[in-house]
């Protein structure tokens, strides 16, 4: 049952009229509140970083039911209404469970890569180009942990023994991070997003990337096991041309 249940039926009569965003501080004060409540439940061992997406998904509705039971008592529902009591639970799940404040940048196609420095908003690249979200960490401690946890997604460990991270997660995103004392500016984290849309020469083709005889060519000399070197600078379809390439590897060649 959903606890904010017999609040959105008291409230519907005012729903309509409040849909101001909480603000950050207030949102921050919610999400410790809740770990503050996991931890004096004994359930904090039970969102422990985890590689194993049954078990994230297990935390997120723990973590989900904590929040939503306590939303009431710091989120006034007289300035941010039902929608604000919503944003604040989401946040708490995505801070205590998931990537934090870039967990929607995560989940937004347009997005291939996010680069985060605590002390910045953090960038995003689409369609090529570096933007400035309007997304950032409020504090190093809250990176570092999002980074750790990240880490434990892919069944490795970024702290002060091993400062350094290069990894893939299992949907194929690339992560980086470095933290102290190698940083010596606080946590840096990259997630190079695995693109999702796959291509085929014969795609290149139809979409003007390269002509049918260049086509061809690859083709066949992928087809003849001769050596090809792919070249670029970042964003450049380096992944997209190989993937592309190892399309035309012969099925029984597998």
């Keep these: 049952a959903d606890p904010l249940a017999d609040l959105r039926s008291g409230w519907a009569g005012e729903l309509s009229e409040t849909r101001a965003n909480v603000p950050a501080a207030l949102i921050d004060e919610f999400v410790d509140a809740v770990q503050a409540l996991l931890l004096e439940e004994g359930k904090d061992k039970d969102i422990e970083p985890s590689g194993d997406p049954e078990v994230i998904a297990a935390q997120r509705e723990l973590v989900d039911r904590a929040a939503r039971r ?3 008592r710091h989120i006034n529902r007289s300035d941010y209404g039902m929608e604000g009591l ?12 998931g990537a934090g404040p870039i967990e929607g940048l995560l989940r937004d196609p347009a997005v291939s890569e996010v680069i985060v420095r605590w002390t910045e ?25 999002v980074a750790q946890r990240i880490a434990a997604w892919a069944g490795r460990r970024v702290d002060e023994q091993h400062p350094i991270l290069d990894a893939r997660l299992p949907n194929g995103d690339r992560v980086n991070a470095v933290l102290g004392p190698i940083s010596t500016e606080g946590p840096v984290l990259t997630i190079r997003k695995f693109p999702q849309q796959h291509f085929t020469i014969e795609d290149f083709v139809a979409r003007n990337l ?11 000399a992928v087809r003849s096991k001769a050596n090809i070197v792919v070249v670029g ?19 029984d060649e597998y």
């Design 86 to 97: 919503d944003q604040a639970v989401a946040a708490a799940v995505d801070d205590i469970c």
């Design 121 to 145: 908003p953090v960038l995003t690249e689409r369609s090529g180009r570096l933007v400035t979200s309007d997304v950032q960490f409020r504090s190093s401690v809250q990176l570092r942990r």
């Design 210 to 220: 390269c002509d049918k005889r260049t086509g061809d060519l690859l083709a066949e």
């Design 233 to 251: 600078g970042t964003s450049t379809g380096k992944t997209s041309v190989l993937r592309a390439l190892a399309m035309s590897v012969p099925a």
């Design 70 to 72: 306590i939303a009431g």
